[in-house]
């Protein structure tokens, strides 16, 4: 049995794609039409080699409407040999190799792409965007939810992660002494400190920073907000990671989302990548980054709202095992 399943699980990896495969999903999520076109193959035969390595238990897959995407096996699916060959694998994909190293290429290429159409989607929709947030949104509960759940205890220093117009540093403007939103969108960035300013708002600023990395240390936040924007990254967990590495011992995570959802056009015409999260998903990222889910809501929007989805928001609190080293993933 344990021979059979061993001999199972090196059948699956040796085989150049599927070994190409592996290293590129070491280097982050895919959707399957991503990996066929890094690899220059047919779908069918991706789809083929894709199939063996999840049922080997090296991959992982999750369908969400007509994308399906693959990622390693999360801890090796608790098994001590996938775990072994993972990290043999996430050695090759680094290793001094022209094949491996194009593959690697590609992967960016695809990463940058990816991140490029989303920041167009940003640039320009900036003016409309607080017009779009409302079309799927029951927003004025959600902020109301949010303000309330955070409570009335003093927040010395606020974050907001991919800030938009910054309308999470004006809705809890009461509450910090000092605030600071990042984005990678200069338009976005630009309506967000004419916002700031309209509202009289002198202690928070708007900067130029991308989420998977920022010019911030380590446990100086007291809060850090993700409202609406985890859906639009390729590696939301490195996100949670981040932020968990901003928080102090007894900082607090807020993330809001939508729920499970099944709008396809989202992502062809809003640069939405993933329709929503479950609460499992979550739970997930912050365990892996230290961080603990406390509580969870649900706001669902009337049944007569047909265009609004389900939105959630996830409170959480920093533990004691926290990230310290920075974390460096694109959107
Ligand atoms: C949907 S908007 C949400 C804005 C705001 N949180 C709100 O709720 O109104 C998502 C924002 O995330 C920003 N964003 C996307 N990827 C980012 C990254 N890697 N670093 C910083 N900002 C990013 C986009 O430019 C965009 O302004």
């Not at 991503?34 to 999840?54: D, F, M, N, Y």
């Not at 290429?105 to 989607?121: G, K, M």
């Not at 017009?131 to 409570?151: C, K, Q, W």
């Not at 202690?203 to 924007?229: I, K, M, N, T």
Request: aromatic share 6%; charged share 25%; hydrophobic share 45%.
């Amino acid at each position: 049995m344990a021979l059979d399943a061993a001999l199972n699980i090196f059948r699956a990896i040796g085989e150049e794609t599927r070994l190409r495969i592996m290293a590129l999903l070491s280097r982050g999520e895919l959707t399957v039409s991503e990996i066929t076109a890094i690899l220059g193959q047919s779908q069918p035969r991706v789809s083929r080699h894709l199939k063996i390595l999840a049922d080997a238990g090296l991959a992982e897959r999750h369908r969400e409407a007509a994308w399906m995407f693959y990622r390693l096996a999360e801890h090796g699916g608790g098994n001590p040999s996938v775990r072994a060959v993972l990290a043999v694998v996430t050695e090759i994909a680094r290793a001094d190799d022209r094949v491996l190293a194009r593959d690697g290429e590609r992967f960016e290429q695809a990463r940058q792409a990816r991140a490029a159409q989303a920041a167009a989607y940003f640039e320009a929709n900036a003016k409309e965007w607080n017009r779009l947030r409302r079309l799927h949104l029951p927003e004025h509960d959600i902020e109301s939810r949010m303000t309330a759940l955070v409570g009335d205890k003093d927040i010395g220093l606020f974050v907001d992660l991919g800030t938009g117009t910054g309308r999470m540093l004006e809705i809890f403007a009461a509450r910090y002494q000092s605030a600071v939103g990042y984005d990678l969108s200069h338009e976005m960035l630009a309506i967000a400190r004419a916002n700031l300013d309209q509202a009289g708002i002198t202690h928070a600023q708007a900067r130029h920073g991308d989420l998977f990395s920022l010019p911030l240390e380590a446990h100086s936040a007291d809060v850090v907000c993700l409202h609406q924007v985890l859906h639009y990254l390729a590696e939301p967990g490195a996100a949670v990671h981040e932020a968990a590495r901003l928080l102090k011992p007894a900082g607090r995570l807020i993330i809001s989302d939508f729920a499970p959802h099944e709008l396809e056009f989202l992502r062809e015409e809003h640069a939405h990548r993933r329709l929503g999260f479950s609460d499992d998903e979550v739970r997930d990222w912050c365990a892996a980054a230290g961080l603990q889910v406390e509580r969870v809501e649900t706001l669902s929007p009337a049944p007569s709202d047909r265009e609004k989805l389900t939105v959630k928001i996830w409170l959480c609190a920093a533990g004691q095992r926290r990230p310290e080293a920075r974390s460096r993933k694109a959107a």
